[in-house]
């Protein structure tokens, strides 16, 4: 069975979440159910870009993963679109087999057993702002399909006051979960506009904002961050 593979790059850092920093390669798989009205990465979503995306076996990811990383095991970022879609129970095993680790982030729409053989698992229900809504049911048997073994973070992507009202409730039901924030982009880059700045001076607006109001909510439990990557390349592709 093969993977749809919209881009392999690295080594570099993971820019969010709760690795946020640690080196890693990445994997983005092509295709995703969702069409978040932000999303930053339309070149591995929108069906009129499957010409780009390769079908990969299990074997030849980790030839490239293995390539990039000098051979030497450290943590592969499965991304997206959604991975979720695809078939990944081999290149987990293989991966492994070498002594790599595996992240994964989702939205938390596709259930896998094979979430199970994941190191991390970030699940990232989209906030209303996105214009996708949310399933619980499916966000639930995400966790579940995860189970004890593998660690499991959310983020959350806040535009405005909504969003922060929607993931302080959502949050609340799940306490057990490490919590991030995340300011969204408000220029992500586009298929049209693939050089587009940030405009890092409402980024920044965006993030105090989400800091003032995590502190003021005395919601202690919450970590603030930035796209790093965004800060450091601003939108640029595959760094
Ligand atoms: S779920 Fe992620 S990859 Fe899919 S459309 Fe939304 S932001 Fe983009």
Not at 73 to 98: D, F, I, M, R
Request: charge should be negative; charged fraction near 20%; proline fraction near 8%.
């Amino acid at each position: 069975m093969s993977i749809a593979v919209s881009e392999i790059f690295g080594p570099t850092i993971q820019g969010e979440g709760a690795l946020i920093g640690v080196p890693t390669v990445f994997v983005r798989t092509g295709g995703c159910d969702f069409r978040c009205s932000w999303c930053d990465t339309l070149y591995a979503v929108e069906p009129r870009f499957k010409a780009d995306w390769t079908p990969m076996s299990a074997d030849a990811i980790m030839a490239e993963v293995h390539r990039l990383s000098g051979g030497r095991p450290l943590l592969v970022t499965l991304s997206g679109g959604n991975p979720a879609l695809q078939p990944l129970t081999k290149l987990l095993e293989l991966g492994h087999a070498e002594g790599y680790t595996f992240a994964m982030e989702t939205q938390g729409s596709k259930v896998q057993d094979w979430f199970a053989l994941l190191d991390h698992l970030t699940l990232s229900p989209k906030p209303p702002s996105s214009a996708m809504a949310f399933n619980r049911s499916r966000f639930e048997a995400c966790l579940a399909a995860a189970g004890s073994r593998t660690q499991v973070s959310l983020k959350l992507v806040i535009a405005d006051e909504a969003d922060y009202q929607w993931a302080r409730a959502l949050a609340a039901d799940y306490p057990q979960l490490p919590l991030t924030l995340q300011p969204c982009n408000p220029s992500p880059a586009t298929p049209e506009q693939p050089e587009l700045e940030t405009d890092t001076a409402s980024l920044n607006a965006r993030l105090r904002w989400l800091v003032d109001k995590v502190t003021a909510d005395r919601w202690f439990n919450a970590r603030v961050l930035p796209q790093l990557h965004v800060l450091i390349w601003n939108n640029e592709r595959g760094v």
